[in-house]
């Protein structure tokens, strides 16, 4: 979305409702959002709640693992379809606040998430954000994509290369304040 610039993100999260991302771009300006359970800010404030919701469901979908087992009796099985590869996927949905929703497309022969696609319903309106999955790697024995294209409503809007993953044991409290 921003013609073609390409930028630094660095990504923390803490369980599933503690994110902070950083984006900067070429030049001063910094790009910071953070969620804290059901607070979510960036710079100019605490964000309306769509910027929140996005930011719910960036923090769900980075966490799946964890967010799988925790809610496997809450997930729906949606159903079987094909991968745009061909692959038998299935999907399943996870319910997570009323009006925020994410579904998962999974591989039936690996295993691996090969797309989430993130909804916020706002008055009446479904707002959908998707991400897709592919040149998987293995971080600290953790199998995790390498490259994700992002979309939001419909529309094409950047990709982000991932160059290296860690896991801290704990990230300290105050990096999710604003």
């Known amino acids: 979305m921003r013609g073609g610039v390409v930028g630094a ?17 070429p030049g001063p300006k910094v790009e910071l959002r953070i969620l804290n359970g059901g607070q979510g800010w960036n710079q100019s404030g605490t964000g309306p709640l769509p910027m ?5 469901l960036q923090a769900a979908r980075l966490s ?3 967010l799988l087992v925790a809610r496997r009796n809450g997930r729906n099985d ?3 379809l094909k991968g745009r590869d061909g692959a038998d996927l299935r999907r399943l949905h996870l319910p997570l606040d ?3 929703s994410l579904f998962i497309d999974a ?3 690996t295993g691996l998430v090969k797309r989430s696609i993130g909804v916020i319903m706002v008055n009446g309106q479904a ?6 999955y592919a040149d998987f790697k293995v971080w600290e024995g953790i199998m995790l994509p390498g490259r994700e294209k992002q979309y939001a409503m419909g529309q094409y809007i950047g990709y982000t290369m991932i160059d290296l993953v860690e896991f801290p ?3 300290m409290n105050e990096r999710f304040q604003p």
């Open 107 to 109: 591989d039936l022969e």
């Open 98 to 100: 009323p009006g925020l």
């Open 9 to 25: 993100v660095l990504r923390e999260l803490s369980g599933f409702d503690k994110f902070r991302i950083e984006i900067a771009y």
């Open 64 to 66: 799946l693992p964890q």
């Open 52 to 56: 929140h919701g996005a930011m719910r």
């Open 169 to 171: 044991q704990e990230l």
């Open 127 to 132: 707002i959908e954000f998707i991400s897709e």
């Open 78 to 80: 949606v159903g079987p």
